[in-house]
Nanobody, 117 residues
């Protein structure tokens, strides 16, 4: 199994930047597909960005060009660089790990991102 701990959330002004980190432990990190999800008030949890072991990425349309997901397998960490933040980016952001071909997902505890002036 994998244990995930997110960090880096906080309060930022519109147009600002923030970098989230997700530290993983407990298994072989490099084989997992890692993702960032978010849940805004009154909305369902949605995929923000995902990165596979081959560094293939995909993003929600709402964050393309603004957010960048990356991973450092040596540090067992996945990052989400968020630029040009908008109030609608306000949400709890969750780190996710999954094994292709296997059921189940692992989730972090979440980190709050608030974009407000």
């Amino acid at each position: 199994q994998v244990q995930l701990v997110e960090s880096g959330g906080g309060l930022v002004q519109p147009g600002g930047s923030l970098r989230l980190s997700c530290a993983a432990s407990g298994s072989i990190f490099s084989i997992y597909v890692m993702g960032w999800y978010r849940q805004a008030p009154g909305k369902q949890r949605e995929l923000v960005a995902r990165i596979a072991s081959g560094n293939i990425t995909n993003y929600a349309d709402s964050v393309k060009g603004r957010f960048t997901i990356s991973r450092d397998n040596a540090k067992n960490t996945v990052y989400l660089q968020m630029n040009s933040l908008k109030p609608e980016d306000t949400a709890i952001y969750y780190c996710n790990a999954a094994r292709p071909g296997l059921p189940g997902n692992y989730w972090g505890q979440g980190t709050q991102v608030t974009v407000s002036s």
